[in-house]
């Protein structure tokens, strides 16, 4: 079982960064796939981005595609999302999600169901 804490949102202008965080706890966490997804006010939990375990098999949503990056770091047990060129529309609840992956795999997975871990979220507001 894995517990994820995410950090680093915040407020920001239109054309501004952040850089989200998610802390993983465990010590296997390169047998983990990991996910960013973000869930505006009356909206649906929506993909952002998707990294392997491994590290080396990244999706990115077209709506964050060229702003966004999805990164992590194995040794620290930690998840990264980029963002860069924020938009109002960006403005969400961002959280990081994880799934147990076999040791002889190394996928990345899209869709929310596909994960069985999630943490709290970080709050991201992007204004005009």
């Known amino acids: 079982q894995v517990q994820l804490v995410e950090s680093g949102g915040g407020l920001v202008q239109a054309g501004g960064s952040l850089s989200l965080s998610c802390a993983a706890s465990g010590r296997t966490f390169d047998r983990y796939a990991m996910g960013w997804f973000r869930q505006a006010p009356g909206k649906e939990r929506e993909f952002v981005a998707a990294i392997s375990n491994s590290g080396g098999t990244t999706y990115t949503a077209d709506s964050v595609k060229g702003r966004f990056t999805i990164s992590r770091d194995n040794a620290k047990n930690t998840l990264y999302l980029q963002m860069n060129s924020l938009k109002p529309e960006d403005t969400a609840l961002y959280y990081c999600?994880?799934?147990?992956?076999?040791?002889?795999?190394?996928?990345?997975?899209?869709?929310?169901?596909?994960?069985?871990?999630w943490g709290q979220g970080t709050q991201v507001t992007v204004s005009s």
């Open positions: 999600a994880a799934r147990q992956v076999p040791y002889y795999r190394s996928s990345a997975y899209v869709k929310a169901y596909e994960y069985n871990y």
